[in-house]
């Protein structure tokens, strides 16, 4: 499913119009991000949450010419799913 199948989807569902919904998953979306962009964890009971993770400095290579190369640190995004979207998924 893409962004626009899942705005037909909510706009069917909440017997909305799809700009309307589009507009309800955009500020959603912003705002996950930008809580998340801040560090700060966002938790949805029975969904999931999103946090940030650390990533430590690596070696690595490269694949074509094996020659080792330094891969740097960097900030992730992680997604943890709640026990009722992993049920439901299971099912």
């Known amino acids: 499913m893409n962004k626009q199948e899942l705005i037909d989807a909510v706009a069917n569902q909440a017997g909305i119009a799809k700009s309307a919904a589009a507009e309800t998953i955009d ?42 190369l330094q891969i740097a640190a960097s900030t992730t995004v992680k997604f943890t799913a709640g026990k009722a979207f992993k049920d439901a998924v299971n099912r």
């Open 27 to 68: 500020a959603f979306l912003g705002a996950v991000t930008n809580a998340v962009v801040k560090g700060d964890p966002v938790q949805l009971i029975g969904f999931g949450s999103f946090s940030t993770g650390a990533r430590a400095a690596r070696a690595g290579r490269n694949p074509k010419t094996g020659e080792a």
